[in-house]
């Protein structure tokens, strides 16, 4: 039945932030419906937030539901052997109007161990960044517990932590431990394991509309994080037509994709790959069928489509397992 089986998109997932803003409807064209709109969960299989298909004739119907009916076909067989009918990963885009709190994940073993979850390690692609925006990503030098708490009591964290300024193109690859903040202007893609567990630190003494702050994880943090000082952001090839290295873990794999013509695909039924598309547009085309993607979409090549074509002008994220 591999007929059956097509490109897949998704309907956003759209999260409202205090710190959000409108620059997913602006700069992606989303139907948001509030003008603070943090992020638009583009594939997800977290409980409470799962996707549903947009496209095609699985249109409506839950991605968990066709993980469950056709799991080696969407996921392939090594991803199936590994997670079972579980996505393993979460595709998102993230518009900072205002920085977002210091925060840090924890590592598959405390996840599992306190939440039943898988960590969260992830990346991030600058798509946009507003005039003199910045990062805040791990330490400047090596730390500790203590020097970390008393920077936190006395409200200037921001004096033992690494501040990054950042510009469209730029890519970040946070393992989990690492403390981070996106700051205000910048618009991401993020690349990350399923999971939706974050221990914030620190959220700029802030208060939402009704005078309430947010809750702060100062003591679940402590055994999360990594006190050592880490160079997060990446170095990479653009070569046009080619897949270029971006992040390669042992989480997820992500290459920088840039395209002017034509380019067949032919891999392997044993993982799902997915395209973030950055900029431009661009098609794929699968027997007589085309499909076409622009700016800010995000679509899911099931396994069992072991050979398309890439055409068009656009650079892309290429993401697989």
């Known amino acids: 039945m591999s007929e059956v089986f097509y490109p ?4 956003p997932i759209l999260k409202d932030r205090i710190w959000g803003g409108k620059k997913l409807q602006t700069d992606f064209n989303k139907n948001i419906e509030s003008p603070t709109t943090g992020e638009s969960w583009e594939i997800s299989g977290v409980e409470n937030s799962v996707s549903e298909v947009m496209n095609g004739q699985f249109q409506g119907k839950s991605f968990n539901w066709l993980l469950k009916e056709f799991p080696k076909e969407i996921l392939g067989n090594r991803i199936f052997e590994k997670f079972g009918t579980t996505f393993p990963l979460l595709f998102k885009f993230i518009d900072a109007r205002e ?11 405390l996840a599992k161990k306190r939440h039943n979850s898988f960590g969260k390690t992830e990346m991030w692609y600058v798509m946009q960044a507003d005039e003199n ?13 203590q020097e970390y708490l008393q920077a936190l009591k006395n409200k200037n964290l921001l004096s033992i932590l690494k501040e990054v300024p950042v510009k469209k193109g730029d890519v970040f690859f946070l393992e989990t431990g690492t403390v981070h903040a996106i700051g205000a202007g910048i618009v991401i893609a993020e690349i990350q394991q399923t999971s939706d567990i974050t221990y914030r630190i620190y959220d700029w003494d802030r208060v939402d509309a009704q005078g309430n702050s947010r809750e702060l994880h100062t003591e679940e943090a402590l055994d999360a994080i990594n006190y050592n000082s880490t160079d997060a952001q990446k170095q990479y090839a653009k070569t046009v037509n080619e897949a270029n290295q971006l992040v390669h873990c042992e989480y997820f794999i992500t290459n920088y994709l840039p395209i002017d013509k034509t380019i067949e695909v032919n891999i392997t039924n044993d993982c799902f ?14 027997g007589n069928e085309t499909y076409s993607y622009k700016k800010g979409d995000t679509v899911l090549i099931p ?19």
């Open 8 to 11: 897949l998109t998704f309907t």
């Open 99 to 109: 920085d977002l709190s210091i925060q840090v994940h924890p590592n598959d073993e």
């Open 133 to 145: 925006a910045r990062i805040v990503v791990g330490f400047k030098k090596n730390s500790d517990q």
């Open 273 to 286: 790959r997915v395209y973030m598309c950055m900029e431009g547009i661009f098609e794929i085309v699968t």
């Open 303 to 321: 396994a069992a489509l072991s050979q398309f074509k890439l055409s068009g002008k656009a650079t892309l994220l290429e993401i697989y397992i």
